[in-house]
T-cell receptor, first 115, second 116 residues
Framework: KAGVTQTPRYLIKTRGQQVTLSCSPISGHRSVSWYQQTPGQGLQFLFEYFSETQRNKGNFPGRFSGRQFSNSRSEMNVSTLELGDSALYLC??????????????FGPGTRLLVL | AQTVTQSQPEMSVQEAETVTLSCTYDTSESDYYLFWYKQPPSRQMILVIRQEAYKQQNATENRFSVNFQKAAKSFSLKISDSQLGDAAMYFCAYSLYGGSQGNLIFGKGTKLSVKP
């Protein structure tokens, strides 16, 4: 099975712009979660989507949004970019079928640099 | 709120030796999952090992094993026969049983160096 894929892998934007990142989960996985990784704050949970619905959300401003499509692929969008949004954005997928804590499998990440 | 603490920002081990990475967590829940993830430099984060809190037996995966002390809220990772490829950032993570499955809470990580 192919692993979690993320596109693009690298992105450079300027302040005020918006950006859309894409994530394709492992085939059969229905849950997609997004995390932000920075040297200062570490790994922080953004949100999780399951069956096209946002099921859980971390403590991030409304500029961060996401969605999930019927094929479980997910996108996250950051509007009005700030310098502090520079980070590695990781996507993770899991089966999420059993109602128990499922193992999450991570993609390679999208490295976003905001200038 | 649940928290995960890794008190060792950096660790070093000689090749073929054994090293233990520490992790403590805080939660008022009784059912949860704990994980160790490995993130090599500029590479993908991968699962090393997972532990269900309701299981008393410590999880093992080849050279990797954990010491899970539920009462002490401690979850350490032991790497035996360390190899050069074990050099990476190691993250301890917590996940609540059921409910918010997508919410992994991570520690700050421990950078492990392996000396030849």
């Amino acid at each position: 099975k192919a692993g979690v894929t993320q596109t693009p892998r690298y992105l450079i934007k300027t302040r005020g712009q918006q950006v859309t990142l894409s994530c394709s989960p492992i085939s059969g996985h229905r849950s997609v979660s997004w995390y932000q990784q920075t040297p200062g704050q570490g790994l922080q949970f953004l949100f999780e989507y399951f069956s096209e619905t946002q099921r859980n959300k971390g403590n991030f401003p409304g500029r961060f949004s996401g969605r999930q499509f019927s094929n479980s692929r997910s996108e996250m969008n950051v509007s009005t970019l700030e310098l502090g949004d520079s980070a590695l954005y990781l996507c993770a997928s899991s089966l999420a079928d059993s109602g128990r804590g499922e193992t999450q499998y991570f993609g390679p990440g999208t490295r976003l640099l905001v200038l | 709120a649940q928290t995960v603490t890794q008190s060792q920002p950096e660790m070093s081990v000689q090749e073929a030796e054994t090293v233990t990475l520490s992790c403590t967590y805080d939660t008022s829940e009784s059912d949860y999952y704990l994980f160790w993830y490995k993130q090599p430099p500029s590479r993908q984060m991968i699962l090393v090992i997972r532990q269900e809190a309701y299981k008393q037996q410590n999880a093992t995966e080849n050279r990797f094993s954990v010491n899970f002390q539920k009462a002490a809220k401690s979850f350490s990772l032991k790497i035996s026969d360390s190899q050069l490829g074990d050099a990476a950032m190691y993250f301890c993570a917590y996940s609540l049983y059921g409910g918010s499955q997508g919410n992994l809470i991570f520690g700050k990580g421990t950078k492990l160096s392996v000396k030849p």
